[in-house]
T-cell receptor
Framework: SQQGEEDPQALSIQEGENATMNCSYK?????LQWYRQNSGRGLVHLIL?????REKHSGRLRVTLDTSKKSSSLLITASRAADTASYFC???????????FGTGTRLQVFP | NAGVTQTPKFQVLKTGQSMTLQCAQD?????MYWYRQDPGMGLRLIYY???????DKGEVPNGYNVSRLNKREFSLRLESAAPSQTSVYFC????????????FGDGTRLSIL
């Protein structure tokens, strides 16, 4: 069963706008990771946030984690056409030895 | 700096044929994984190898076998391919275990007719 559910499933914005994607999960976690997948390519790790962290930044990426609501958000600021990709959250559940991926958000950034 | 290399990139098989997907990583990682990606279902873990010499089943292991040949290489074998195994297969590696970031290859696109 899927642990992470991303919302929205698809998002279209103009270059320069901010893009926000959300991830909800079901069980307690050790950490939550975000990945990007360009069309026809493998996933690329973007950022990892641990269960005791609330916010983390990496360049134009900002990730928040709310363990009480079992949710996370990924914010991409000042989007570029090159940010067009699918974005996946993945959770490392506390009580199992696996990484569970959500079904992803497809982001399209128009020039 | 290749990272994770998968071969082949594309393959078409007939039902009942067998084949082995190859994966190699050059990052000296201990853990390696095989996933399949189907539309609308995200990535599902087939098998993983936490360290050289060990392999374990994931969420969808039926119809597959794996071999951790050495620290660098982790192969996935379909003994008797079925149309339900049509998918994109990804190999990944991490330094140690599921809690670490995973590095992915570019996938093998497999069609079973």
């Amino acid at each position: 069963s899927q642990q992470g559910e991303e919302d929205p499933q698809a998002l279209s914005i103009q270059e320069g706008e901010n893009a926000t994607m959300n991830c909800s999960y079901k069980t307690s976690i050790n950490n939550l990771q975000w990945y990007r997948q360009n069309s026809g390519r493998g996933l690329v790790h973007l950022i990892l946030i641990r269960s005791n962290e609330r916010e983390k930044h990496s360049g134009r990426l900002r990730v928040t984690l709310d363990t009480s609501k079992k949710s996370s958000s990924l914010l991409i600021t000042a989007s570029r056409a090159a940010d067009t990709a699918s974005y996946f959250c993945a959770t490392d559940p506390f009580d199992t030895d696996k990484l569970i991926f959500g079904t992803g958000t497809r982001l399209q950034v128009f020039p | 700096n290749a990272g994770v290399t998968q071969t082949p990139k594309f393959q078409v098989l007939k039902t009942g044929q067998s084949m082995t997907l190859q994966c190699a990583q050059d990052m000296n990682h201990n853990s390696m994984y095989w996933y399949r990606q189907d539309p609308g279902m995200g990535l599902r873990l087939i098998y993983y190898s936490a360290s050289e010499g060990t392999t374990d089943k994931g969420e969808v292991p039926n119809g597959y076998n794996v071999s951790r040949l050495n620290k660098r290489e982790f192969s996935l074998r379909l003994e008797s391919a079925a149309p339900s195994q049509t998918s994109v297969y990804f190999c990944a590696s991490s330094s140690r275990g599921f809690g670490q970031p995973q590095h992915f290859g570019d996938g093998t696109r497999l069609s079973i007719l």
